[in-house]
């Protein structure tokens, strides 16, 4: 079956660095655009960074251009989201999404 699992989470001061990884099962990886999206509380969830089956084509949210990037690793069936200069504002529950399927989500807390 599909699976999808989130790791790299956490509590990190502002300005700080995380890099998220999402393992993916169940699918042919390599044929499908990965995507992040976060939720934070009380907010709609959004698309952070979306990646091509072969990684030559990246995007990105506005809030999110310059600080974050988003990669691949199609040997691994891994996406990752390298995550630098968060701001406060980057609280939210982090998801990876791919052939439909979301994964279960991991915390990201930006807090001094």
């Known amino acids: 079956q599909v699976q999808l699992v989130e790791s790299g989470?956490?509590?990190v001061q502002p300005g700080g660095s995380l890099r998220l990884s999402c393992a993916?099962?169940?699918f042919i990886f390599s044929h499908y655009t990965m995507n992040w999206y976060r939720q934070a509380p009380g907010k709609e969830r959004e698309l952070v960074a979306g990646i091509s089956g072969v990684g030559g084509s990246t995007n990105y949210?506005?809030?999110v251009?310059?600080?974050f990037t988003i990669?691949?690793?199609n040997a691994k069936n891994m996406v990752y989201l390298q995550m630098n200069s968060l701001k406060p504002e980057d609280t939210a529950v982090y998801y990876c999404r791919g052939f439909g399927y979301?994964?279960?989500g991991t915390q990201v807390t930006v807090s001094s």
């Open 24 to 26: 993916a099962s169940g």
């Open 61 to 63: 949210a506005d809030s």
């Open 65 to 67: 251009k310059g600080r």
């Open 71 to 73: 990669s691949r690793d």
């Open 102 to 104: 979301w994964g279960q």
């Open 9 to 11: 989470g956490g509590l």
